[in-house]
C-alpha cells in the first residue's frame, strides 16, 4: 500500500469538492429553508460558483506562473490543463447562469426546491471530471453523475406528463447509451491492461492500425459519445428531453452537457485514437454530415420553439464535428470558439423561452412570439441577437465560430462537406427568421406576455453581450481558444 | 474439462434464462428467469476467478435489483398488461438486429482467435484472493471513482425521493 | 491461499444439490404418499390464515418502489464495505478516513431521506 494523498492532488480536486460541498450544504440548508424563501438556495449556489471559480483561477494561474503545460493529479487520474480549465470555464457560466433564471421559472411552475440547486451543483462536477479526467473509471463515474443529475432535472415538473415523459426517455436512451460506452471501455482495458489515456494510446499506437479489436474499441465508444452530443443517427433523444424538460433545464442541457459531452469526446479522440484517426476520420465525416443534414430539415417544420431549437443544436453538433475531422489546428481551436460562441447564444436564445413563460401559459409556442417588436422591441432586438448568431450572420459570435470550422475543412481538402456546412446555413437562416417573422411582422398577440426577473435580465444580458462582443472583438477569445489546445498542437 | 463443462452449464443457464425472461407471459415468471439468467452469470465470475464479482452480482442483482422488479410489477397492472399484444410490429426490425449482429458474429469468426489479442494482465501478489486485489486497487489506485461513486449514489438517492414522492 | 479451482467450490456444489433432492423429494414423496382432498379452503394460499380479500393483481402505492430504490442504493454503498473490510488492517488510518468520507456523504443521503419524510409512513397528527 503506497498511496499517499498529496497537496497536489487536493489542489488539482479542489474545484469539485467545492462543489460537492456546496451541493450538499444546499442539500441540508435547504430544509431550515420555508417554502417562500427558496431563492436562498439559489444564492448559496452562486456563492459556491464564486469559491469554484476562485478554485479554478488559481490553478490556471499556477499553471501559467510555473509555465507548465499540464498538471498531474492522483497519479495520472486527473489531468489539468488548458483544454480542461477553458471548459471547466464554459461549465462555470452556464451554471451560474442556469441559477439565476431558474429562480422565477420555478415559481410559476410551483416546484421550487433546494434540490433543483444541489443537482446542477452536482452535474457540474461530473462535467468537472469529463474535462480533466484522464483515466476511464473516474471518466465514466463523471459521466454518470452528469447524466443521472439530469435524468431527475428533466422531469423535475412532476405535474407535468410531458417533462415524466422527456425524463423516462431521456432515461432509457441514456444508460443504453452509456452501455454501449462501458463495453467500448472495457475492451480499451482489455488492450491495454490500464485505464490511464495516456498508456491506451501508447499501446494502441503500437498495434496494426487494422486490428478488429481496435475497430470494436473505436466503433463501440463512438457509438456512446455521439449518443451523448446528440449526433444523428443518434439524436432521437433530443428533441423529446428538451421539450418535456422545465425550460431553464432544456437551456443548461443544450449548452452544458453538450460541451462536456464534446470535451469527453475530443478527449477521447485525440488522445487514445488519435493514432487510427484514418479509421474514423470518414466515420465522423459522415456522421457530422447526417447530423447537419437532419437537423437543419427536421428544424423546418417545427412549430414548437423549445424543438426547433433543439433540432438546431443537433445541427450545431454537426458542425462542432466537423472540426474534429479536419484536425488541424485551425479546426481544434474552432471548436474551441463555436462551444464557447455556442453556450452563449444558445443560452440566450432558450432563456428567452423561459421568459415567454408566464402563469397563463407555456409560451413555447413560435406564434406565443407575435408581434413582440411591438409590445417589448428590447426582448425582441435580443432575441434577433441570438437567432442571427445561431444562423451565424456577421457581426454576431456565430459567424466567428462557422468561418474557423470551414477554413479548416479547406485547409484539409474536406471540400464536399465544406460546400455541404455552408448550404445548411442557408437552411438554418430560413427556419430562424421564421421566428424573427413572427415577432417583427406578426400582429400582437395578448397571451405572449413576458414574465421576467432580474435573474433572467441579467442572464439574457450577459449572453447578448458576449454574442456581441466576441464577434466584434474576437482576440482575447481567440487567445484563450489557443491556449485551450492541447500541448501538442499549440 | 471440468472448467469447460462448468463454462457450458452456466452459460445453458444465462442464455436459455433469458430467452425465458422475455417470451413469459406472466411478469413474475419473467422475473423468476431472469433470476435464473443472473445467477448463471454469477457463476460464470466465478469460472473466471472472480470471486468478488460473483458475490456482488448475487448480492446486487439477484438480492437487490430482483427486489425492485418485483415492486414494479406490484406497480403496474398486470391485467391490463397481460391483454396487450406483444412483440407488435417490432418483428422485422428485431430480425434485421439479429441478422446484423450474426454477421458481425460471423465476420469476427472469420478472422479468427489469434487476431484478438489482449494486453498482458500484471499479476502481482499471486497468492491473494481475488476479493484482496480488488480492495488494493480500489483503495489506492481507484480512490477517486470510490469517493465520487458515493455522490453519484447521493445523487440516485435524491432523484428517487425527487421522482416518487408526492409531496417534497 | 486459493486451492485449484473449482474443486474449492465442491462444498457448494454439494449444497446445491442437496437443496434441490430435498426439495424435490419433499414435493414428489409428498405427491406420491399424500391423500389428495380438493376444496376451495385447501385451494386458497393460507389454508389456516386470512382469508384472501380481492385479486392479488392490485396495484401498490409508490411508496413501496420508494423504499425498494432506497433499499439498493444502500446496498450498493454496504457492497463497498466488503473490499474495504478485507484489506482495513493494511489501509490503516489513511484507509479509515476514506471510508469515512465516503459514508458521511451517504448518511448526508440518509438524513435527507429521512427528513423528507419517506420513512414516515403513518400520517402525522392523527
Known amino acids: 500500500m503506497n498511496f499517499q494523498f498529496t497537496q497536489t492532488d487536493f489542489f488539482v480536486l479542489r474545484p469539485a469538492i467545492l462543489l460537492c460541498l456546496f451541493g450538499c450544504g444546499i442539500l441540508i440548508t435547504d430544509f431550515f429553508i420555508e417554502a417562500r424563501q427558496k431563492f436562498f438556495n439559489a444564492l448559496t449556489a452562486l456563492i459556491g460558483r464564486g469559491f469554484t471559480g476562485y478554485a479554478l483561477w488559481q490553478q490556471q494561474s499556477y499553471l501559467k506562473a510555473n509555465g507548465l503545460p499540464e498538471l498531474v493529479g492522483l497519479s495520472g487520474a486527473i489531468t489539468i490543463d488548458g483544454f480542461g480549465i477553458f471548459f471547466n470555464w464554459i461549465f462555470l457560466i452556464a451554471t451560474a447562469l442556469a441559477i439565476i433564471i431558474s429562480t422565477r421559472y420555478l415559481e410559476i411552475e410551483q416546484e421550487h426546491h433546494g434540490e433543483y440547486y444541489a443537482l446542477l451543483l452536482f452535474a457540474q462536477t461530473g462535467m468537472v471530471f469529463l474535462a480533466t479526467a484522464t483515466e476511464l473509471v473516474t471518466l465514466f463515474i463523471g459521466l454518470e453523475l452528469m447524466a443521472l443529475s439530469f435524468y431527475v432535472m428533466v422531469g423535475f415538473l412532476r405535474g407535468d406528463k410531458r417533462s415524466n415523459e422527456a425524463a423516462v426517455k431521456y432515461l432509457l436512451l441514456g444508460a443504453f447509451s452509456s452501455g454501449m460506452l462501458v463495453y467500448g471501455f472495457s475492451i480499451f482495458y482489455g488492450i491495454a491492461n490500464s485505464t490511464k489515456l495516456a498508456d491506451i494510446a501508447q499501446a494502441i499506437s503500437s498495434r496494426d492500425p487494422k486490428d478488429p479489436m481496435v475497430f470494436l474499441a473505436l466503433a463501440t465508444t463512438a457509438v456512446g459519445l455521439l449518443f451523448k452530443i446528440a449526433a444523428a443517427p443518434f439524436h432521437m433523444w433530443a428533441p423529446d428531453a428538451y421539450e418535456g424538460a422545465p425550460t431553464t433545464i432544456t437551456a443548461y442541457l443544450s449548452v452544458a452537457s453538450k460541451a462536456a459531452s464534446f470535451a469527453f469526446l475530443l478527449r477521447i479522440f485525440q488522445s487514445p485514437l488519435a493514432s487510427v484517426r484514418p479509421t474514423w476520420e470518414p466515420l465522423l465525416g459522415a456522421v457530422a454530415l447526417l447530423t447537419m443534414t437532419l437537423g437543419n430539415l427536421a428544424a423546418i417544420s417545427q412549430t414548437n420553439i423549445k424543438r426547433l431549437l433543439a433540432y438546431s443544436s443537433i445541427s450545431h453538433a454537426g458542425y462542432i464535428l466537423l472540426g474534429l475531422v479536419s484536425g488541424n489546428q485551425t479546426g481544434l481551436k474552432g471548436i474551441a470558439v463555436y462551444i464557447l460562441v455556442y453556450t452563449f447564444m444558445n443560452f440566450g436564445a432558450f432563456t428567452m423561452v423561459v421568459a415567454m413563460r408566464n402563469q397563463k401559459i407555456i409560451g413555447d409556442d413560435i406564434d406565443d412570439m407575435a408581434g413582440l417588436m411591438v409590445k417589448r422591441p428590447a426582448y425582441a432586438v435580443l432575441m434577433l441577437i441570438f437567432l442571427l448568431s445561431l444562423a451565424g450572420i456577421p457581426p454576431t459570435a456565430g459567424f466567428l465560430g462557422k468561418y474557423y470550422i470551414f477554413l479548416s475543412l479547406i485547409q484539409t481538402q474536406h471540400y464536399y462537406l465544406a460546400v455541404f456546412a455552408v448550404l445548411y446555413v442557408a437552411v438554418a437562416a430560413y427556419y430562424y427568421f421564421r421566428i424573427v417573422k413572427v415577432m417583427f411582422a406578426s400582429e400582437a398577440v395578448e397571451r405572449g406576455e413576458i414574465s421576467d426577473s432580474a435573474g433572467i435580465r441579467v442572464a439574457l444580458a450577459v449572453s447578448a453581450v458576449f454574442t456581441l462582443l466576441i464577434g466584434v472583438y474576437p482576440e482575447p477569445f481567440l487567445e484563450m481558444a489557443q491556449r485551450s489546445l492541447f500541448a501538442s498542437l499549440r | ?168 | 491461499m486459493s486451492p485449484s479451482y473449482p474443486e474449492a467450490y465442491f462444498p457448494i456444489l454439494l449444497q446445491v444439490g442437496l437443496a434441490v433432492l430435498v426439495a424435490g423429494g419433499v414435493l414428489v414423496t409428498s405427491h406420491l404418499l399424500g391423500r389428495r382432498v380438493r376444496n376451495k379452503t385447501k385451494d386458497s394460499p393460507y389454508e389456516c390464515g386470512i382469508t384472501p380479500v380481492g385479486d392479488a393483481r392490485g396495484r401498490f402505492s409508490v411508496k413501496f418502489y420508494l423504499v425498494a430504490v432506497l433499499f439498493i442504493l444502500f446496498d450498493v454503498e454496504v457492497v463497498f464495505l466488503f473490499p474495504w473490510a478485507v484489506v482495513f488492517r493494511e489501509l490503516g488510518l489513511f484507509g479509515f478516513f476514506s471510508m469515512l468520507l465516503y459514508m458521511a456523504l451517504i448518511l448526508a443521503g440518509f438524513f435527507f431521506v429521512w427528513k423528507k419524510g419517506v420513512l414516515d409512513w403513518a400520517k402525522r397528527g392523527r
Open chain 2, 1 to 168: 474439462m471440468l472448467d469447460t463443462a462448468l463454462f457450458y452449464i452456466f452459460a445453458a443457464l444465462t442464455l436459455g434464462g433469458g430467452v425465458l425472461t422475455i417470451t413469459r407471459r406472466s411478469a413474475v415468471h419473467s422475473a423468476i428467469w431472469l433470476i435464473t439468467s443472473l445467477l448463471g452469470v454469477a457463476g460464470l465470475y466465478l469460472l473466471q476467478r472472480a470471486e468478488f464479482l460473483a458475490g456482488v452480482q448475487v448480492i446486487l442483482y439477484v438480492g437487490g435489483i430482483m427486489v425492485l422488479f418485483l415492486f414494479v410489477i406490484m406497480l403496474v397492472n398486470l391485467d391490463q398488461a397481460a391483454k396487450e399484444k406483444r412483440f407488435s410490429g417490432q418483428k422485422w426490425i428485431a430480425l434485421a438486429c439479429v441478422a446484423a449482429v450474426a454477421l458481425q458474429a460471423l465476420w469476427f469468426v472469420s478472422k479468427g482467435a489469434g487476431r484478438f489479442t489482449l494486453g498482458q494482465p500484471s499479476i502481482a501478489g499471486e497468492n491473494l484472493g481475488n476479493s484482496e486485489h480488488v480492495s488494493r486497487v480500489l483503495f489506492s489506485q481507484y480512490l477517486l471513482p470510490f469517493e465520487l461513486a458515493s455522490i453519484l449514489l447521493l445523487v440516485a438517492i435524491i432523484g428517487a425521493v425527487v421522482m416518487a414522492k408526492k409531496r417534497i
